[in-house]
């Protein structure tokens, strides 16, 4: 089974500050890793996926993630907030065990203060 | 906008009633699932479909259904409806059979009400 635990329901940064939206994983397979992002009564947008390959992803908007396998982390950081990333961020995993199923985790509301 | 589109965007219904939610995947995609989300369950996977097949079966309740008609747009079916169906139910699509690392593509959202 797999899941993924995101720390913080809410996280407020000021604009400019660094964006960091943690998210622990749980696979008994190597896991496939993704942030997806929520704007208001939009669906979801995928900013980033590893797979394979380079630990250091980066997406769209300036996001980047870091899969760290001793620390079973994917968090996702942003240099310099924006007022336009004020949305709910989703992580989520999957694995050659569970096909196109995406397990997601809870969301962390992130609002960005002027 | 993703391209994948679902109608309608909002719904209000009564308890014990039955409705359908319609999803057009972007074109040329193949796959076509559905999820669910709640306050009290977050999103959750419930059904894939690859062209017009079942694909991958997640926590759908026995009163929903799903199908994908041959030209790939799919319905998923709630009846019985309850109170706790309440939800935002996204419809996401993929180019092929899916597998773990295919990027899902996400409509905007069915937001059901029953009341």
């Known amino acids: 089974a797999q899941s993924v635990t995101q720390l913080g329901s809410h996280v407020s940064v000021s604009e400019g500050a660094l964006v960091l939206l943690r998210c622990n994983y749980s696979?008994?397979?190597?896991?496939?890793l993704f942030w997806y992002v929520q704007y208001p009564n939009q669906g979801l947008q995928l900013l980033l996926k590893?797979?394979?390959?380079?630990?250091l992803v980066k997406g769209i908007n300036g996001f980047e993630a870091e899969f760290k396998k001793s620390e079973t982390s994917f968090h996702l950081t942003k240099p310099s907030a924006h007022m336009s990333d004020a949305a709910e961020y989703f992580c989520a995993v999957s694995g050659e065990t569970s096909g196109s199923r995406l397990t997601f985790g809870e969301g962390t509301q992130l609002t960005v203060n002027p | 906008d993703s391209g994948v589109t679902q109608t309608p965007k909002h719904l209000i219904t009564a308890t014990g009633q039955r409705v359908t939610l319609r999803c057009s995947p972007r074109?040329?995609?193949?796959?076509v699932y559905w999820y669910q989300q709640s306050l009290d369950q977050g999103l959750q996977f419930l059904i894939q479909?690859?062209?017009?097949?079942?694909?991958a079966k997640g926590n759908i309740l026995e009163r929903f259904s799903a199908q994908q008609f041959p030209d790939l747009h799919s319905e998923l079916n709630l009846s019985s409806l309850e109170l706790g169906d309440s939800a935002l139910y996204f419809c996401?699509?993929?180019?092929?059979?899916?597998?773990?690392?295919?990027?899902?593509?996400f409509g905007p959202g069915t937001r059901l009400l029953v009341l």
């Open positions: 074109s040329g995609d193949l796959s």
């Open positions: 696979s008994s397979v190597p896991p496939y």
């Open positions: 996401a699509s993929s180019p092929r059979a899916g597998g773990p690392v295919e990027t899902q593509y």
């Open positions: 590893y797979t394979t390959g380079a630990t």
């Open positions: 479909y690859y062209n017009g097949e079942e694909r």
